[in-house]
Antibody, heavy 119, light 108 residues
Framework: EVQLVESGGGLVQPGGSLRLSCAAS????????MHWVRQAPGGGLVWVSR????????AYADSAKGRFTISRDNAKNTLYLQMNSLRAEDTAVYYC????????????WGQGTLVTVSS | EIVLTQSPGTLSLSPGERATLSCRAS???????LAWYHQKPGLAPRLLIY???SRATGIPDRFSGSGSGTDFTLTISRLEPEDFAVYYC?????????FGQGTKLEIK
């Protein structure tokens, strides 16, 4: 069974940092592009970042460029999102999602981890 | 970036009725680069349709997608109680991928 389990969310002050993890199981992690998508409280879905299978290619939304870094450890079947210089507007549930194509659509999602940026 | 506008914002229907949800793009997303998801409260989104009209694994055939270019439709032929949720369209024909603001399908 395909499973994606996020962790690492929590309360952080503005300007602080947080690293999210997404543990994958039930599929060959290394051949799939992976993404982070976020959802502010009561809001819609917003794509944040993606990484290709071997980690050699990444892309970011403008809101994440220069502050967030996506990475992966295929030996550990784990996806990461390092978030620095956090702002109040980064408050959201962060989902990791699998891209089956690759084509930037998402066939499996984790349960999400909540990041709250507040003083 | 491509802006997706979903309509209506809220759709109130009864089980057994037919639901028609619309997604309009600010520019062409290509012939079929559109997906649909639904999301229930407190849960992650679930993929329903990709390629504008292909049902994802395990999705019942009461769900169907159509459209191309800038206008897309998700149809649910006969609503079941578990179908009441928020529905999102998403385009992946251009970077960055973007989502519509959602249509809430509620029980009348």
């Amino acid at each position: 069974e395909v499973q994606l389990v996020e962790s690492g969310g929590g309360l952080v002050q503005p300007g602080g940092s947080l690293r999210l993890s997404c543990a994958a199981s039930g599929f060959t992690f290394s051949i799939y592009w992976m993404h982070w998508v976020r959802q502010a409280p009561g809001g819609g879905l917003v794509w944040v970042s993606r990484i290709n299978g071997d980690g050699s290619s990444t892309a970011y939304a403008d809101s994440a460029k220069g502050r967030f870094t996506i990475s992966r450890d295929n030996a550990k079947n784990t996806l990461y999102l390092q978030m620095n210089s956090l702002r109040a507007e980064d408050t959201a549930v962060y989902y990791c999602a699998r891209d089956p194509a690759p084509a930037h659509w998402f066939d499996r999602w984790g349960q999400g981890t909540l990041v709250t940026v507040s003083s | 970036e491509i802006v997706l506008t979903q309509s209506p914002g809220t759709l109130s229907l009864s089980p057994g009725e037919r639901a028609t949800l619309s997604c309009r793009a600010s520019q062409s997303v290509g012939s079929s680069y559109l997906a649909w998801y639904h999301q229930k409260p407190g849960l992650a989104p679930r993929l329903l349709i990709y390629g504008a009209s292909s049902r994802a694994t395990g999705i019942p055939d009461r769900f169907s997608g159509s459209g191309s270019g800038t206008d897309f439709t998700l149809t649910i032929s006969r609503l079941e109680p578990e179908d009441f949720a928020v529905y999102y369209c998403q385009q992946y024909g251009d970077s960055p991928p973007t989502f519509g603001q959602g249509t809430k399908l509620e029980i009348k």
